[in-house]
């Protein structure tokens, strides 16, 4: 069964899962699903041993589905954000040259403009804000204000084709945003379902562990394929960096 179908099976139980029961993975992801996947290999090699303590066989099977519906979950949720910060790059490549036409526009609207104090203040309205949504507005408004208004403009040589411009900008820049947006409320939504999917592998994954750790509690060496390799080698790294921390003390 495909990693997507696992995914689509658990769907119902993943979407169940209560927010303030969310587990946060403290590893990268892929460190931990392959650490799930070698916990299944070797709880299935001992399950004759798992089993006298009434280890439910299933449990392995559940795994396995559980852990392709996390991987896919992940993809879907990095896939999408990774779409979202291209779009943002796009954004802040484009965004100079509308603030600087946006720039122009004013400046030459408040020359052609200085001797009528009502569109000075239209002008001045236009103006106000300094959000992304307010600039790109600002864009469209612009337009609109020297297209009525075409004839001072002209009187001082302003190029009436940077208002056709302002308007496109507007355009583009706008459905831009929508998207980002869009794919921030998108990616937010996957990101859940990626963090409730690990909420419910996680969940499985400690509870055979701890099988494992009660069945081998006596061997030390198999006792340690029921842990994580990734935090044992974390806090090996941590405890060694203190002691010679302290020993530079001494």
Known sequence: MSDQQNLLDHLEEITAVAEE???YCRIPYKVFINEAEALHTHASIDLPLLQKVNF?????????SLTGALRTAQSNWETKKTEKQ??????RNE????HKLRSKLIDYMGFAFRGNEFLLRKLN??????SKADMIQDMANLAVLGRENAELLQAINFDLAELDTATQMADEMGSLLGDINGRMYFADDLKLTRDKAYTLCK???DEIRSYGQFVFRNNDEKRKVYSSKYNRERLS???????NRHSHLY
């Open 21 to 23: 029961k969310i587990q």
């Open 125 to 130: 309205g236009i103006k106000e804000g300094k």
């Open 86 to 91: 291209k779009r943002e790059e796009w954004w």
């Open 56 to 64: 439910d066989v299933l449990k392995l099977d559940r795994l396995l």
């Open 203 to 205: 969940e499985l994954v």
């Open 237 to 243: 790294a941590y405890r060694r960096a203190n002691v």
């Open 95 to 98: 965004a100079p040259e509308m």
